[in-house]
């Protein structure tokens, strides 16, 4: 077992837009794979039709080469274990479920839906609840009951039926889970599961253990909500015989809300503010969920947060790049408890990786703003400009509050300011201020703060209330990076004018 090659797969049903949680899941898959020089698989299991969404394929493939989670077999990469699609599979189970039952592991159960419903109702009068299991299972329509002619019959007949796990009796079911160490379960507990359906396809339990074993998947990672499925999973490889090449398991632990009670919902995303899915999503009924890359994060500052929930390196270092997680990830150091999820930690990830993105990488992202606004520059001037704010902001989308009057003069002031700042002198200080700037020859951030320093200083002003008034002339508010440095960028003319101009206008 050990000299397998590792291989695991990202196993999503094509259900709806893939929550962070799923790409957590793949990425972890993807860490583990290849920090051991393995493969990572995409299959598809859409063996649930009634639930397939158009576009969640596409937007599941979408979303992880967004946060460089690269596939090496697929739907659309192929590979030596094909089709990746459980749909282009149907002949193979088939012959799985036959064998279960020649095995006398499965059987048929002949039960209509319209019977059982009865049933469920029945037990519903009487306070409990039906369970096809072990203790119902004699008296109902299957081909335990049944003679073989009269099974046989309704097999010929063309009725729905179905293949179900003979679950065993009383039987201790002994599980290793790489996180949660062993699990043990009782089989009385489980009910007798649905592997193959009338319509030709299995359920997704059967599907996922014979493609596990076919695809020769050699760790299976996946979120806790499958825990208990497990034991079907395990008694699965043994009925087959399979037990020595059987996948060991891994269950992630749950993302919780960011107040910790309960499990992160696609909901909370709208409701508190914050993305939960990797993408934007529109459904077809036209319903819509923000996604990480449209808020404006940085596909490796995402990948970076959700490595660090459930997963913890043992050391306070919390900047990792995808390397980096390759090198240090462990399934021993993924915790059992579930992670809360923190919106402003995601923020303060993207505010890291901003500041250690070169400002030329920055400028491409900004240059498509500043042309929607109509603004035609230098992309030499934004690689100074992004270079002086981006330590004040989280996303690219906020670089335009934090620098618009670099490319455009105010056309309002802060009434607040003005009030607190623009005293009875100030304009005629400003005045002078500026006829001094007028003459500075080689006018750049150190010679106009020389000349503005010495104007103040010999006239005795108050060298504050100066720099903030003009700071006003300039911003229009008391925001923005050092002031000589705006000055600087937009040059002598510029400065000069924008003062002339709330002199005139601040009353
Ligand atoms: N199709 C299952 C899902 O949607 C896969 C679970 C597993 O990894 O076994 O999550």
């Known amino acids: 077992m050990s000299e397998r090659r590792v291989r695991v797969r990202f196993a999503p049903s ?78 193979i189970y088939k012959k799985y479920a036959d064998q279960l039952i020649a095995s006398g592991n499965a059987y048929y159960a002949f039960d209509s839906p319209k019977e059982l419903d009865v049933l469920r109702k029945e037990a519903e009068e009487i306070k409990e609840t039906f369970t096809y299991n072990a203790a119902t299972r004699g008296q109902l329509k299957n081909s335990l009951t049944l003679s073989s002619t009269e099974v046989e019959k309704h097999l010929l007949s063309g009725n729905a039926y179905v293949i179900r796990f003979k679950m065993p009796i009383n039987h201790e079911v002994v599980m290793q ?77 749950l993302l919780l809300k960011p107040t910790g009670n309960g499990k992160l919902s696609k909901r909370d995303g709208d409701k508190m503010g914050f993305p939960v899915f990797p993408l934007f999503w529109k459904s077809e009924e036209g319903e819509t969920a923000m996604g990480y890359r449209e808020e404006g994060y940085f596909p490796d500052a995402f990948v970076n947060l959700l490595a660090l929930l459930g997963w913890n390196p043992g050391t306070e270092q919390e900047i990792f790049t995808m390397d980096e997680l390759i090198q240090l990830f462990s399934l021993e150091r993924v915790t059992k408890s579930g992670s809360k999820f923190d919106p402003k ?16 990488e920055l400028v491409q992202l900004y240059l498509p703003i500043l042309k929607q606004k109509g603004i035609e520059t230098s992309p030499a001037k934004v690689e100074r400009i992004v270079g002086l704010i981006k330590d004040r902001t989280r996303f690219v989308k ?44 080689d006018f750049n951030g150190i010679n106009a703060k020389a000349a503005v320093s010495a104007c103040i200083e010999g006239n005795g002003w108050n060298f504050g209330s100066i720099i903030n008034t003009l700071r006003l002339c300039l911003v229009g508010a008391s925001k923005g990076p ?26």
């Open 177 to 253: 889970d790489i996180i949660r160490g062993e699990v043990r379960v009782n089989t009385d507990t489980l009910d007798d599961k649905v592997l193959f359906k009338s319509d030709g396809l299995p359920t997704y339990h059967l599907a996922n253990i014979v493609d596990d074993h076919l695809m020769e998947i050699t760790h299976v990672i996946r979120g806790e909500e499958w825990l208990p499925s497990l034991p079907l999973h395990v008694l699965l490889y043994q009925s087959f015989g399979w037990e020595t090449t059987m996948p060991k398991f891994s269950h992630l632990p």
């Open 14 to 91: 094509p259900t709806g837009p893939l929550h962070m949680g799923g790409v957590r899941t793949a990425l972890f898959n993807y860490l583990f794979a290849k920090k051991h020089g393995g493969d990572f698989l995409l299959r598809i299991e859409d063996t649930d039709q009634t639930r397939f969404v158009p576009g969640a394929e596409e937007y599941i493939m979408e979303s992880l080469e967004w946060c460089g989670i690269k596939v090496d077999e697929g739907i659309r990469e192929g590979g030596n274990y094909g089709p990746y699609r459980q749909s282009e599979r149907r002949e």
């Open 345 to 360: 930690k995601a923020e303060w990830f993207n505010h890291q990786y901003m500041l250690m993105k070169s400002n030329a």
């Open 398 to 441: 906020e670089f335009w509050e934090q620098s618009s009057f670099f490319f455009e003069a105010p056309t309002s002031y802060d009434p607040e300011i003005i009030k607190k700042r623009w005293k009875e002198g100030i304009p005629g200080q400003l005045t002078s201020v500026k006829d001094v700037m007028a003459h500075v020859t």
């Open 482 to 507: 050092d002031l000589f440095e705006i000055m600087e960028i937009i040059g002598k003319e510029e400065t000069i004018q924008r003062i002339d101009t709330a002199v005139r206008t601040i009353k």
